[in-house]
């Protein structure tokens, strides 16, 4: 099995100290909350309208209206594109969410095993439904996606789940852009091409809930948990992923995971030495439509099972990216446009929490 490297506070190697870091969502009032986004049924409380069926979807051209906002010379031009409307009310959650159905599974992973077809751990992908081995950002681009919105070609994958030797196709990942209302540095979109992991494969014990939680997929009150846990009565086991949200400015492959950071612990969630530009908060929210934690296993490697704690999830930015910038600038900015995005243009419909 392969090795995954790290540091403390680079990739899947948290330290202690994360354990108890919170991340925090900051209301359009300017009051920063305790971060708890609430599904239900499956769902987030900021509703998913239908998604497009895979393979039928193609980015849409950006229009002509442009964005204003802090932009860094490492992120490529923000480019022009569609306006999104209306701007949120005080009080809503300030993130964007997308949702994106499950694509296939593989023995595939473009991030450490490149060009390796049928050589890494089997996978669940979500979003590109090309996506192979041999993806790169340059081929996920545009492509097809079982995303909400077609502008979101990314690759999105995390471990198969298995309950009693049995492989369990989850139903949706619902995918959140959070934490951009940080202002220590200002958050810009990420970069187009980044690649992200977050998680260790290789862990022999229980990680931080601010990286790795299980809990109900419809539960608004249960307590984060480190383990999988029953959930009687509701629709389903969710797990969410926080990835890193610091970037070291010049690293785009993540095979190191030394290219991104998680932010030091405290309120103010400096981002450490080294990792001067601060990205949103990408977290997965993956429903698995079982009830029970009882026999349930990861996959750790072709043919291999193992430990729910070696739970870890990969992102590739696919998304058109002028697009992901004045979605990340507009619900970052004074006019605070978040919620779900959907559709060819990636329309935003402000949802509150």
């Not at 680079?10 to 925090?24: D, E, F, Q, S, T």
């Not at 249960?222 to 400015?249: A, H, K, M, Y």
């Not at 930015?317 to 959907?342: E, F, K, M, R, Y």
Request: negative net charge; charged residues 10%.
């Amino acid at each position: 099995m392969k090795t995954r490297l790290g540091s403390l506070f680079a990739g899947r190697k948290l330290g202690a100290a994360l354990a108890v870091a919170a991340i925090v969502v900051v209301s359009a009032g300017g009051t920063a909350a305790g971060f708890a986004l609430i599904s239900s049924g499956g769902n987030s409380t900021v509703t998913p309208p239908p998604t497009s069926s895979a393979g039928s979807i193609t980015a849409a051209a950006p229009s002509t209206s442009t964005t204003t906002s802090t932009t860094m010379p490492t992120m490529g031009s923000a480019g022009a594109a569609t306006p999104v409307t209306p701007a949120v009310t005080p009080g809503a959650s300030i993130l964007i969410s997308d949702t994106c159905l499950y694509s296939h599974e593989a023995n595939d992973d473009p991030i450490l095993d490149p060009g390796k077809p049928g050589q890494s751990m089997a996978h669940d992908f979500f979003g590109n439904t090309s996506t192979s081995a041999s993806s790169t950002a340059g081929t996920l681009v545009g492509g097809p996606t079982t995303c909400s919105t077609s502008e979101d070609a990314s690759a999105y994958w995390t471990p198969v789940l298995y309950q009693n030797g049995v492989a369990i196709t989850p139903l949706r990942n619902l995918i959140y852009w959070s934490g951009l209302h940080v202002t220590s540095p200002s958050v810009v979109a990420p970069p187009a091409g980044l690649e992200m992991i977050a998680g260790d494969e290789n862990a022999s014990a229980p990680q931080p809930t601010s990286v790795i939680d299980w809990r109900c997929a419809d539960s608004s009150t249960q307590p984060t948990s480190d383990v999988p846990v029953s959930c009687p009565g509701t629709n389903g086991i969710e797990l969410r992923v926080t990835f890193p949200s610091c970037w070291n400015g010049s690293t785009f492959n993540g095979a190191s995971e030394t290219n991104v950071a998680y932010p030091e612990p405290g309120r103010a969630r400096n981002c450490p030495a080294g990792y001067p530009v601060r990205i949103p908060a990408v977290i997965f929210h993956i429903i698995y439509p079982i009830t029970s934690a009882s026999g349930l296993t990861l996959s750790m490697g072709p043919g291999q099972q193992g430990s729910t704690d070696t739970a870890h999830g990969d992102f590739i930015n696919g998304w058109n990216q002028s697009v992901l910038t004045q979605l990340i600038d507009g619900c970052a900015g004074p006019a605070g446009t978040c919620g779900h995005v959907t559709g060819s243009e990636a329309q935003v419909h402000p949802k509150k929490i």
